[in-house]
């Protein structure tokens, strides 16, 4: 398949937003052939490298837990038609295999995470950017299921790093980057937000506008 300068997608939001809900709808409506889409959350450093805070804890929420300068030259790789593999990171959990992923070029190219409106050069690489946004106590709701039945963290654990370092981080870091938003979708319920039909469709015209099937 004959490829141009590809669309690329940028999907940022807080934790338990919805920003996972919006990629499976772009997954089931689209082959591997027409999207790639790539999580942000394979780029957080090792805890070895990870700063640790005076009470003994890590901010997994802060943007320097990522390597944003590695996610950023991966994706100039990516654009320029290479094959990218990069290791699955699995929340230092040692119970699952080592497991790597490869990503090739396509008509889209999708990029999801809390900071991928974070860094300038990245924004500059985004044709189309959307902010995934729910309220507060429902994105707590998610989260507590989610960690706890996925990632097998306590429910203790759990609200002390939604108090101390989810909220916070995500007042200072990742809210304001919703300014750079083209698209803003409010996930606050089971049922398919309007704005998801919005960003499915688009892709669909697109592709139809550049002749991919």
């Known amino acids: 398949m004959q490829l141009i300068k590809p669309l690329v997608v940028g999907i940022a939001g807080g934790s338990a937003s919805g920003k996972t809900f919006l990629l499976n709808s772009i997954a089931k409506s689209f082959s591997n052939q027409q999207v790639t889409i790539i ?11 990870q700063t640790v805070q005076p009470d003994g804890s890590i901010n997994f929420d802060h943007p320097n837990a990522l390597d944003l300068d590695k996610f950023y030259h991966d994706l100039l790789h990516l654009l320029e038609g290479n094959e990218l593999k990069i290791k699955e990171y699995h929340f230092n959990n040692p119970n699952k295999p080592e497991t790597w992923i490869s990503y090739k070029i396509a008509p889209i190219v999708v990029l999801e995470g809390l900071f991928v409106f974070y860094k300038k050069e990245i924004r500059k690489l985004l044709n189309l950017k959307v902010f995934v946004e729910a309220e507060e106590h429902i994105k707590l709701i998610r989260r507590i299921a989610r960690d706890h039945q996925d990632r097998g963290y306590s429910l203790d654990n759990i609200l002390e790093q939604y108090e101390n370092h989810v909220v916070p981080m995500y007042r200072q870091f990742v809210e304001p980057t919703k300014q750079f938003a083209d698209i803003i979708i409010q996930n606050n319920t089971k049922e398919i937000p309007y704005g998801v039909e919005v960003v499915v469709n688009h892709l669909k015209y697109y592709l139809n ?3 991919f099937e």
């Open 39 to 49: 999580s942000l959350d394979n780029y957080y450093k090792p805890k070895e490298q």
């Open 209 to 211: 506008s550049q002749n």
